[in-house]
């Protein structure tokens, strides 16, 4: 089980099938929230009303009012390749990204999206927690998550398969406007303080960049990856 706590967390968790234990709500969100306490007597979910300092103790401070105790997250592996099916792949690969407020913030972006999958490897990488799980606000709800041996044998295997990988690179020469969304693409995101490992960035079909005008040549690795999907979603427009 993990703990997940936010009022829209537990939302998406419901409105997604979720198995959850229980939910925890504070005694002010009982005396104000009729609508969310009847939801759950419909959808037939346990629940307990306690005060502030019991949810404090279980959650943490950050919790609005709202917590529960929910299965554990589907979490796939190499397989995850079978799973996605249609026009216009998207997955997207994450190298070094340790902060789980960068993954939950990045999850909540391949959500938005529509990107169909998120790839980590098991080492070097932010395992999936409450915290991830909360600063997603619920995204985590609605991504497929897998973690894998290798990112670089994964993306070889994903080459065979026929997708196009694309790495990110602030000297990256390949423009994000230009690329054919039509193709099943890899995005590949590295870590702020050393970026994409150098056996991926040779493995890269294209090396994308983003440009930039102002005076700092560098963006949060959640920002970055924010507007590197936005460009790549499938229906591609540039509105």
């Known amino acids: 089980m993990i703990k997940i706590y936010g009022k829209n967390c537990i939302y998406e968790a419901i409105r997604a099938n979720s198995k959850i234990q229980k939910v925890y709500i504070s005694f002010e969100v009982s005396k104000k929230d009729l609508k969310f306490l009847s939801m759950l007597r419909d959808k037939h979910i346990g629940f307990e009303t306690i005060d502030k300092k019991r949810m404090d103790q279980f959650f943490g401070t950050g919790h609005q009012g709202y917590g529960a105790y929910r299965e554990d997250y589907t979490i796939y592996n190499e397989g ?5 099916t249609g026009p216009a792949k998207r997955l997207l690969l994450l190298d070094g990204i340790m902060d789980p407020h960068n993954l939950g913030a990045i999850l909540r972006s391949v959500d938005a999206f529509g990107y169909d999958a998120v ?15 909360h ?18 044998t994964f993306a070889l295997k994903l080459k ?7 790495g990110t ?16 693409l890899a995005i590949i995101i590295g870590s702020e303080g050393f970026g994409m490992n150098k056996t991926l960035l040779k493995m890269a079909d294209y090396v994308l960049s983003i440009p930039m005008s102002g005076h700092v040549n560098s ?21």
């Not at 995850?80 to 996605?84: A, F, G, L, R």
């Not at 790839?119 to 799980?133: F, G, H, M, Q, Y």
């Not at 997603?136 to 709800?141: D, H, K, L, N, Y």
């Not at 390949?174 to 969304?181: A, I």
């Open 219 to 239: 963006l949060n690795a959640s920002v970055s990856t924010g507007i590197v999907l936005y460009r790549t979603r499938k229906d591609g427009r540039i509105l």
């Open 135 to 152: 600063v997603s606000t619920g995204a985590i709800e609605h991504v497929k998550i897998a973690y894998v041996n290798s990112l670089s």
């Open 160 to 166: 065979e398969n026929g997708y196009w990988i694309c």
């Open 169 to 184: 690179d602030a000297s990256g020469k390949d423009n994000l406007d230009t690329l054919d969304l039509s193709l099943d």
């Open 119 to 133: 790839i980590l490897p098991k080492n070097r990488s932010c395992s999936i927690t409450e915290t991830v799980a």
């Open 80 to 84: 995850i390749i079978d799973e996605i």
